[in-house]
């Protein structure tokens, strides 16, 4: 158990819906990030929040919108939903203690979209 | 970005044989991990190794930051070693490998 808590483990939904996606970081990791693993991109960084604040993207789609709360969870919220949407949807979250973020990422259990 | 590749992308293994991952980055990297994917989906680290040598039971990996490659090595392998195993880089926007498939037959 990495401490990451996700929820919900499965969503299934269709097109053209919007859900949203919850991480709870390890206790005192300020930073969280979101991967989204499909089979035909493999696992690509989307998002990253530290202590509340956006500080990077990847390949985030307009679509695909996320925050950090001040209790430091995050949500994942995926709108407009296509089929290629349907992934793995992983939160990780790291201590990022001053200077170069070089520390070690934790993974929740993922949720599993399916867009029908 | 920053590319990486890893190599074998399949392996077959009997139980009790030892195989080598390697893992190669198009450019230096800060931040170096390697992770087993279960059947079950979860992502389990495994190392954190930006540079140099660890050990963990059967399983060690090594970095040579210099020439921008990574080796992980599983010696007695067992049946619950199988799965995907990735290395991941860069920072903190992590750049994922294809993945390593290891099958390991009783």
């Known amino acids: 158990d990495s401490g990451v808590t996700q929820t919900p483990k499965h969503l299934i939904t269709a097109t053209g819906q919007r859900v949203t996606l919850r991480c709870s970081p390890r206790?005192?990791?300020?930073?969280v990030y979101w991967y989204q693993q499909s089979l035909d991109q493999g696992l690509q960084f989307l998002i990253h929040?530290?202590?509340?604040?956006?500080?990077a993207k990847g390949n985030i789609l307009e679509r695909f919108s996320a925050q950090q709360f001040p209790d430091l969870h995050s949500e994942l919220n995926l709108s407009s939903l296509e089929l290629g949407d349907s992934a793995l949807y992983f939160c990780?979250?790291?201590?990022?203690?001053?200077?170069?973020?070089?520390?070690?990422?934790?993974f929740g259990p993922g949720t599993r979209l399916t867009v029908l | 970005g920053i590319q990486v590749e890893q190599s074998p992308p399949d392996l077959i293994l009997q139980e009790g044989a030892n195989s080598t991952l390697r893992c190669n980055f198009s450019d230096s990297v800060n931040n170096l991990q390697w992770f087993h994917q279960n059947p079950w989906g979860q992502l389990i680290n495994l190392f954190y190794?930006?540079?140099g040598t660890k050990q963990n039971g059967r399983l060690s990996a090594t970095t040579v930051a210099t020439e921008r490659y990574s080796l992980l090595y599983i010696s007695s392998s067992q049946t619950t070693d199988s799965g995907v195993y990735f290395c991941a880089g860069n920072d903190y926007k992590l750049s994922f490998g294809a993945g390593t498939t290891v099958t390991v037959r009783a």
């Open positions: 190794i930006p540079s």
């Open positions: 206790s005192g990791d300020l930073s």
């Open positions: 929040y530290y202590n509340g604040e956006e500080r």
């Open positions: 990780a979250s790291s201590v990022h203690s001053g200077g170069r973020p070089t520390d070690t990422q934790y």
